[in-house]
């Protein structure tokens, strides 16, 4: 089965304190209601993660090599088949299609696939 994933923004700015998400103007109508929440689900294509680290399997979780291999689904390893990042972070404003979060750890340039709110 052959899936297509189309993103629906960028990672602008990663700086130290917030993030900066650039929503497509095509998905703007998508983002009504979303000051109405205080975290988010922000899913992102890993774009660094090379064709070769992506037939890795297993990993020293955290880059610890003093304890064994691990699987990749037992990792935040960003090593994996399918390079999707996932962070739940702080919602802090919304400036028309540009939305700012705390807490991401994507790399600017980074496609977002998807934005799902935190139920609290």
């Known amino acids: 089965?052959?899936?297509?994933?189309?993103?629906?923004?960028?990672?602008?700015?990663?700086?130290?304190?917030?993030?900066?998400?650039?929503?497509?103007?095509?998905?703007?109508?998508?983002?009504?209601?979303?000051?109405?929440?205080?975290?988010?689900?922000?899913?992102?294509?890993?774009?660094?993660?090379?064709?070769?680290?992506?037939?890795?399997?297993?990993?020293?979780?955290?880059?610890?090599?003093?304890v064994p291999k691990r699987g990749v689904f037992t990792t935040r390893s960003p090593r994996r088949p399918n390079p999707i990042g996932l962070t739940k972070v702080k919602f802090l404003k919304r400036e028309k299609n540009i939305i700012l979060v705390q807490g991401l750890d994507a790399f600017e340039g980074s496609p977002v696939l998807d934005i799902k709110i935190v139920w609290e």
Request: no cysteine; charged share 25%.
């Open 1 to 66: 089965m052959k899936i297509e994933i189309h993103p629906i923004g960028v990672v602008k700015n990663n700086l130290q304190d917030y993030q900066r998400i650039e929503i497509y103007e095509d998905f703007l109508e998508a983002l009504k209601g979303i000051e109405n929440f205080k975290y988010l689900w922000v899913l992102f294509w890993l774009h660094k993660v090379s064709e070769e680290d992506r037939k890795t399997l297993q990993v020293h979780a955290m880059g610890n090599f003093s």
